[in-house]
């Protein structure tokens, strides 16, 4: 069966730190990835997805980016966190070819200080 | 782009009662899946239901693609069940889906 995983569960980080996210898919291939954010009481936000290896889109303007190194790994990143970046972070995977059914990860509590 | 519209945005209810959840959409889709969002901010899936209907357990949901919405029923709410209710919906061709701004769910004991 196929099991998605994000760490760190939680992360605090001061202003102007760096940021990088991990998420890795197991059990299938070629899957389409996904970088969603939440913010405290609200919807969720797309930010990145991809649909192969080093095939990134990006939904929203920002200083974040994402990168898929491997075809199961995305990571979001960042140089420099704002006050703004703090929220919830989850990433899904899609099974390329299938349906169109979207599964989630756990998620990453940021918060920036 | 599809817009996707969930109502109510908040209900709160007794153990016991029955809800019903709408969602909305603005275009013709192929993909709608309903999620939950437990207090610890796991989304669970709940149904892929771009048309026709389902059960599972307690839990049910009719999508009517030729007019645009879904409903996501549940029976006998047990304090278990709150949490946030999501829509999203997804074209054919495309690679994302579309989330609506969720169903706050809270069941009183």
């Known amino acids: 069966s196929q099991t998605i995983h994000q760490w760190p569960a939680t992360l605090v980080q001061p202003v102007g730190s760096p940021l990088s996210l991990e998420c890795t898919v197991e059990g299938t291939s070629n899957p389409n990835l996904y970088w969603y954010r939440q913010a405290a009481g609200r919807g969720l936000q797309l930010l990145f997805y991809s649909v192969g290896i080093g095939q990134i889109s990006s939904e929203v303007p920002q200083n974040l980016s994402a990168s898929r190194p491997q075809d199961r790994q995305f990571i979001l990143s960042s140089k420099k966190l704002l006050l703004s970046d703090s929220g919830f972070y989850l990433c899904?995977?899609?099974?390329?070819?299938?349906?169109?059914?979207?599964?989630f990860g756990p998620g990453t509590r940021l918060t920036v200080t | 782009g599809i817009q996707v519209e969930q109502s109510p945005p908040d209900l709160i209810l007794q153990e016991g009662a029955n809800s019903t959840l709408r969602c909305n959409f603005s275009?013709?889709?192929?993909?709608l899946q309903w999620f939950h969002q437990n207090p610890w901010g796991q989304l669970i899936n709940l149904f892929y239901i771009p048309s026709g209907t389902k059960q599972n357990g307690r839990l049910s949901a009719t999508t009517v693609a030729t007019e645009r919405y879904s409903l996501l029923y549940i029976s006998s709410s047990q304090t278990t069940d709150s949490g946030v209710y999501f829509c999203?919906?997804?074209?054919?061709?495309?690679?994302?889906?579309?989330f609506g701004s969720g169903t706050r769910l809270s069941i009183r004991p």
């Open positions: 275009d013709s889709v192929n993909n």
């Open positions: 899904a995977w899609r099974a390329f070819g299938v349906t169109y059914e979207q599964y």
């Open positions: 999203a919906v997804g074209a054919t061709s495309a690679s994302k889906i579309i």
